[in-house]
């Protein structure tokens, strides 16, 4: 054997003692962890838990169990986040979306064409005004860890290409739980429809509603391509998923077990982040395969639904704040000039 590789081993013992020893000399007690989720376990979400629910176990040395539910068997979105503030589930990721009605200043992330690249999404939300807005769930029973990225949204239906506005008229389009979604599709003309995500598949599939939007990985995963003919590339919003936990179980944990708990989270947002963009980045081939017919929204036409949303912008400053408004402007010229 030689010195460089005797030295190796030798090295990688001591790291794999240390990091047993690490996990032994922590406070840290035996836990079962629900964290649940509305995708099925084929996507990225069911991904990028599974990575969180192995690094736990991992950082932990084995103590802290993570059981990752999905397909929303432990309820819709709004569901679990009342367990969560109840203290009757441990943790889930889900949309931001869906949180707006517990607290109000994550309607921030539901403003139409907010934030245009992934650069922006990472650095706005990771930075001083993603954890602002996180940060405020505590006050309602809720803490906020990391945002994964869902996505750009697109829009499909069942009735016929959307190439302009106009196109929207009448298509009644299913829409996430929340205001702003709901005014902003309504102001562009369609008949827009909250409902769960958990009920979206059969609603298209009986025709009660004609459309809906979501990223491309959801589309796929969800084979909504199945019962949708039309896909649009809008990019209308980008939206996050937040992973969060229950406060009243998050203050009963050690420090040693918030961390590991954080530092999974960490762990799991750049896999989960970096996965998304992958698979986004090949699935219109994959969908255009599955037999859906794809256009793309002209700059021009971009341009008139975001002059037709004004009124919807000025609402959401009103309601998230014009400070938080303000300071979000900012830092996105921050971010576009360097
Ligand atoms: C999954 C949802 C989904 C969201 C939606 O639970 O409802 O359309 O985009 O990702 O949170």
């Known amino acids: 054997m030689t010195l460089l590789r005797r030295t190796l081993i030798a090295a990688a013992s001591v790291a794999v003692l240390s990091a047993s020893f690490s996990a032994l000399a922590q406070d840290i007690k035996p836990r079962l962890i629900r964290f649940g989720y509305g995708l099925n376990e084929q996507s990225n979400q069911g991904r990028a838990a599974k990575v969180f629910a192995d690094e736990v176990a991992k950082l932990s040395g084995g103590k802290m169990k993570v059981r990752a539910i999905g397909a929303a068997a432990l309820g819709p ?73 869902n996505g750009f949204r697109n829009l499909t239906n069942s009735k016929r290409a959307i190439t302009k506005m106009e196109d929207m008229q009448g298509i009644k389009l299913r829409v996430m ?43 796929l995963s969800s084979k909504f391509y199945e019962v949708q003919k039309y896909m649009t590339v809008t990019n209308h919003v980008y939206s996050p998923w937040i992973v969060t936990a229950s406060k009243k179980w998050w203050d009963q944990l050690s420090k040693d077990e918030q961390k590991v708990l954080m530092d999974a989270a960490k762990v799991s947002r750049d896999f989960e982040r970096k996965d998304t963009r992958d698979e986004a980045a ?37 309601d998230i704040g014009m400070d938080l408004w303000n300071e979000t402007q900012a830092e996105l010229k921050k971010i576009r000039s360097g």
């Open 77 to 149: 979105d709004n569901q679990m986040q009342q367990a969560l503030i109840g203290g009757a589930q441990e943790m889930m990721v889900g949309s931001t979306a869906t949180l707006v009605g517990i607290s109000k200043e994550m309607a921030l992330w539901d403003t139409p064409f907010l934030i245009g690249n992934v650069k922006e999404a990472d650095t706005l939300l990771d930075g001083p005004i993603g954890d602002k807005v996180r940060n405020k769930l505590q006050d309602k029973g809720m803490v906020g860890l990391v945002y994964w990225e």
């Open 282 to 318: 090949k699935a219109m081939g994959d969908l255009k395969a599955k037999g859906m017919q794809i256009n793309e929204l002209s700059p021009v036409e971009a341009g008139r639904m975001r002059d037709k949303l004004t009124k919807v912008y000025a609402s959401i400053g009103a």
């Open 177 to 219: 739980q929340n205001n702003v979604f709901l005014s902003s599709f309504q102001t562009l003309g369609a008949n827009a429809i909250p409902l769960a995500f958990s009920e979206l598949f059969s609603a298209l599939e009986t025709n009660t509603v004609d459309g809906q939007e979501n990223p491309f990985n959801t589309i």
